[in-house]
Each structure stands twice: as structure tokens, then as C-alpha cells.
């Protein structure tokens, strides 16, 4: 946030009240402190401002016509593109159903009017402390993702693989029955699990040819280094370990710990089965892009030889031949050849 201001008071706050008075007094007063205003005299107003607008915060008067408070801080709150913004309902009393109903709708803060001046700055302040926080966290967020996709973006064969990796690991995750949280770590691990390939020489990378012993194990420590690198992020703790053990094999024979069956964890296991199926119907540099059937069939000959999860890969292939999964599309001609894990 670069605004012009005296002190440190910074941040966008959107004021939506469909009474003018009360608009123009908190106008008056936040812009007073040097944060920028917008405002809006009913709750659809508000939340066009919020699809148009960075907006920072939201002083939300509860008793609007048409659509209440309660119901535009439920929407922000559903919106992922607005579900961080702290929304304060300001209501008239200090009434306990309205807080209830409010709590339900996800409010962050209440204020009753008569709105007290100090309050007010003192709650807003603090709210936007947070927000900048957590705003920062987010951009952490998207480096880590920008630095993946230019990862993969080395290579055109798996263009567009972390994207359909992270849509398609969630889709089994949640037939598997993961929780909500697992599901957020699976979809970030899709893009970020082979992060660690940043400290993998491109000639290693990119050589089409047999990798040595020595090549291979460089690839090995890809893991491990992407969990290093993804380690600081505390809204990663759960991507971790999807990181670390994407390369673990059910029986044991994997890297770079060597887990076996269950002490893999369930969400890595999602992951490398459509990991392996991607990798299997897309074209490489070594080989062609199997069928869906072809790839399928591959994939069931590992879990026999004991790689993957039977379980999942029996989940899975129920996605796959729901033709739920778009996956099949690129599917072409077999053509048996060695691929990398
Ligand atoms: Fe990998």
C-alpha cells in the first residue's frame, strides 16, 4: 500500500452505510487520519466496490435495505478474492443476537453506535495491522509460485503440469475424504512439490538421454530441497510433507526416506498417483503421451508391483473413467519407453 499519509496510516476502508450522515462522518474521520475512503449507500454498492476496488477493510452498517449487513459480510467472507479483508459490522445496539448472526456471517469486530471516535481508529488500526500481515504472507505465497511455474517453464514438455497436478490431486483428495485443510495443502503442493528441481542443473534436467548414477542422485535431493525452501512458510505446514515424500513408493523403495504404506502421508499418496498419470499422458522428450487407457493400465501394473497406493489408485481410476477428469484428452498412442519419477 503506497498512499500518501502522515504517521503510519495506510490501507483502503470502504464505508457502506445508506445513511449520507453517517457516511460522510467516518469519511471525514478516517480521512482525517490519512486512510484512503470509499464509500457505498447500500450493501450491492458494496460489494461492487470490493470486485473493483483493493479495498483493506469494511465498516459495514448491519440495518441497510435490500441486502443486509449480515448478508454482504457472509459473501466477502465466501469470496476467496475477499475472505482476508477484516469486515467490522457496525451496528445499532449492542444487541446479542445481532453479534451472533454477525459472528455467523464471519465479522471480524462489531461497533455499536453512537460510534465512539477512538474506538473506532483503535479497532481499524489493528484490523489493518493483520490484514498487512497477512497480505505479506500472501505474497510470500505467490513467489514461492512464481518461482514453480518458472521451474516447469523450463521445459515444455510439462507446461501446464503443476496447474492440472493441483486441480486434479484435489479432486481425489476430495473423493478420498481429506480434510478442507488438506485439501488448501494439496492444491498448493501441486504447484509447488517439484520446487526443489530449482537446484537441479538444466543439463541434468533437460537431458533427454539415460541419467547417470550420479545425475540421479542430484534429482533425488529435489524433495528435500523443496521442503527446505517452502520451510519458512508457516501456512505450509501442511504442504510440507507432500513436498518431502512425493517420491516415496508404497512398498518402500522410494525416496528420499524410504516411508512405506501408510507412514507415507495420505495427501503425498493422492498426489503421485495423478503425478504419474500426468507425466504418463503427456508428451516427453523421451517419449510419446500414452492414452488414458494405456496410462491407466501402466499405472495399475506399479501398483501391483507395489509403488502406489491401491486403495487411492482405485479412487482414482473411478475419476478417470467417469471422464470427470479432462486428463484423457491428450491421451495418444502407446509407446512403452522409460520415464523419470
Ligand atoms: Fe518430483
Known sequence: MQHQSHQAATGTILVADDQ????????????????KVVTAPDGASALEQLATTQVDL???DVMMPHITGFAVCQKIKSNPATDLVPV??????????????????????????????????????????????TDELERAESVLFSLARSIEG?????????????EFSVRLGERVGLSEEQITALRRAGVVHDIGKVAVPDAILLKPGRLTEEEWTVIRQHPVVGERICAPLKSFRLVLPIIRHHHEKYDGSGYPDGLRGDAIPVAARVLQIVDVFDALTTERPYKKAFSAADALQTVREEVAKG???PQIFGEFEQIVRNGTTDLVVRGRKLTKAARQP
Not at 21 to 31: A, D, G, K, Y
Not at 154 to 166: F, V
Request: hydrophobic share 40%; net charge positive.
Open 154 to 166: 523450463k521445459d515444455p514438455y510439462t507446461s501446464g503440469h503443476c496447474e492440472r497436478l493441483a
Open 58 to 60: 469494511v465498516l459495514l
Open 88 to 133: 467490522v459490522l457496525v451496528t445499532a445496539l449492542s444487541d446479542k443476537q445481532d453479534r451472533l448472526e454477525g459472528i455467523k456471517a464471519g465479522a471480524d469486530d462489531f461497533l455499536t453506535r453512537p460510534v465512539d471516535r477512538t474506538e473506532l481508529l483503535a479497532r481499524v488500526r489493528s484490523l489493518l495491522k493483520l490484514k498487512f500481515r
Open 20 to 35: 449520507a450522515s453517517n457516511r460522510e462522518l467516518m469519511q471525514e474521520l478516517l480521512s482525517r487520519q490519512g486512510f
Open 307 to 309: 509403488w502406489w497406493d
